[in-house]
């Protein structure tokens, strides 16, 4: 099949969309890149979050966490200061975390919170905060809600998410000294912070359209790759984030589903066409790339 990239690029073009690298993988074959010359590593910004929850299989598979751990099991002498809010924070469920449905409004540790907050301990800060309504009822986008995430990761295993992740999926993957920024006391940030190319994103798009066997090997449960990439939570957006969240990867039109980060870092996983698109970006109209993704990429597959 001959694949047309300058529909693509015209659209990105002519609608002024800053995409600066993208690959389109098809049956486990690269069907083309734009500008691989310059493909470096860059922050992916919430594309971590699909990271992290790679690392909770394989913790859940492991026997060291389960759907249902609250954050009282692994943090007890935080887990009674609040009283007041609907439940106490501390009775967070995993699951109730990896859905963003934890109950607050105002959703904690923000960038801009994280480059000001005083208090160091963000586990125990997060912690401190009362709930607005029970948890599990309803989607609130929360990176605060992943960092609590990798925080009982690493309470359970011993280790950090990315030192965790690096001998089970990074090494694997081909994908060497990782960068991964930490909390002031060493966490894995797991809602950001990790870097990562264009062409490596592209790596972790096909190991998930391929339920997490790779070359031969089965790197994270299928069972869990099942579970996280289908719908769990209603989401209140529209077009592509209107489509519903699931655990740590958003929903999309036609049948896809993505890892996302700001400014337009895109895992987009298309099971039904075995394809992978990956895209690094610096671009506010993240909507407006997925929306040339469907009108110029989707049609040739």
């Not at 960068?179 to 912070?193: A, E, F, Q, V």
């Not at 990562?196 to 994103?201: D, F, K, N, R, T």
């Not at 790197?219 to 077009?239: M, S």
């Not at 969240?245 to 958003?250: D, L, S, T």
């Amino acid at each position: 099949m001959f694949f047309q990239r300058s529909r693509f690029t015209q659209q990105i073009s002519s609608r002024n969309l800053n995409v600066l690298s993208a690959r389109v993988i098809q049956h486990g074959e690269l069907l083309d890149q734009w500008n691989p010359g310059t493909d470096i590593r860059r922050l992916q910004h919430s594309v971590s979050k699909s990271f992290t929850c790679m690392a909770v299989g394989l913790a859940i598979a492991e026997g060291k966490l389960s759907l249902e751990s609250r954050l009282t099991d692994f943090y007890p002498s935080f887990g009674g200061q609040v009283q007041s809010s609907p439940s106490p924070p501390g009775e967070l469920s995993l699951y109730h975390l990896l859905c963003m449905a934890s109950g607050h409004d105002s959703p904690p540790l923000w960038a801009e919170e994280r480059d000001t907050l005083q208090e160091k301990d963000w586990v125990k800060y997060y912690l401190s905060l009362p709930l607005d309504r029970l948890p599990g009822e309803t989607f609130t986008y929360s990176s605060g809600d992943t960092f609590m995430i990798s925080a009982m990761v690493q309470a359970a295993v011993g280790e950090t998410v990315r030192d965790y992740l690096t001998p089970r999926l990074f090494e694997p993957l081909g994908i060497h000294d990782v960068r991964w920024d930490t909390s002031p006391l060493g966490i894995t940030l797991g809602c950001t912070g990790l870097w990562v190319s264009c062409e490596e994103l592209s790596r972790f798009g096909q190991l998930l359209l391929q339920k997490g066997h790779w070359q031969g090997r089965q790197l994270i449960p299928e069972e869990w790759i099942t579970l996280v990439t289908r719908r769990h939570i209603d989401t209140p957006g529209t077009a592509d984030w209107g489509v519903g969240y699931g655990c740590q990867f958003w929903m999309c039109s036609h049948g896809a589903y993505r890892a996302d980060g700001m400014h337009g870092q895109f895992c987009i996983v298309l099971p039904e066409q075995d394809a992978v698109v990956a895209i690094n970006s610096e671009e506010e109209d993240m909507q407006g790339i997925l929306n040339v993704v469907w009108s110029e990429i989707l049609p040739q597959l």
